[in-house]
């Protein structure tokens, strides 16, 4: 089972605003929706910023494996409009079933122990596929827009930043089994830091592979 929910963070309130851009602070922030001692690794907490056009029009979309507690961002005056929570019992996702799909990642590769960005876009598709037959998926179609660098900061101190990609495409699953697992957990690195989160929904049968 798992939660998604829908915050529409309120950008006239400091805080809001602040965390919006510092996924540190934002995944602090929403890692409090969570009963004590259930750290965010446990919850299996994920999360996304969404910007929907206009500056004032954002999302961020948190998934969980328990169900969040948000009230006390109702105290905070942190929201716009009252949070909406899905539950997911099961995971559908028969071999061979085909969805549209959103992942924003952080999209590297290891090398001499270090992990490097992928910025070509040759580079980034081949990374996807990788990821694909790691969790039992087939990408059909994808689009790729960048997001470009995420700065983290700690305490008001640089922690350096993360080089985002939003995917957005069509996949066939191949695994179910490994394929349920990936839109629990995440896929890729970064996850505390608004990456990882696969989104899905339905998509056409005609779709043909890369």
């Known amino acids: 089972m ?30 409090r929706a969570f009963p ?14 969404e910007q929907n056009g206009r500056i004032d029009d954002v999302a961020v979309l948190a998934q969980s494996r328990y169900l969040p507690d948000w009230s006390f961002l ?4 942190y929201l716009r409009k009252e949070v909406e929570i899905k539950r997911v019992e099961h995971i559908n996702a028969p071999v061979g079933g085909r ?30 596929k990788r990821k694909g037959l790691q969790h039992g998926f087939n990408v059909l179609r994808v ?3 960048l997001d470009g660098n995420e700065k983290l900061s700690r305490a008001g101190n640089s922690q350096g930043s993360l080089f985002g990609v ?5 996949l066939r699953v191949d695994n179910s089994e490994a394929f349920a697992l990936a839109v629990e957990t995440g896929i890729g690195s ?21």
Not at 36 to 49: I, K
Not at 166 to 170: L, S
Request: proline share 4%; glycine share 4%.
């Open 2 to 31: 798992i939660y998604i929910s829908r915050l529409l963070p309120d950008i006239k309130n400091t805080q809001a605003r602040r965390e919006l851009a510092n996924p540190y602070e934002m995944h602090r922030t929403l890692a």
């Open 36 to 49: 004590e001692g259930n750290e965010w690794a446990d919850a299996r907490l994920l999360f996304r910023v």
């Open 74 to 77: 109702n105290n905070m005056n």
């Open 99 to 128: 969805f549209c799909f959103r992942l924003r990642a952080n999209p590297t590769l290891c090398r001499e122990c270090k992990r490097h960005a992928l910025r070509d876009e040759s580079d980034q598709i081949e990374w996807l």
């Open 143 to 145: 689009r790729i827009s």
């Open 166 to 170: 939003r995917f957005d495409g069509v």
């Open 190 to 210: 970064a996850k505390a830091f608004g990456f990882g989160l696969l989104s899905l929904g339905r998509a056409p049968s005609t779709t043909t592979a890369l």
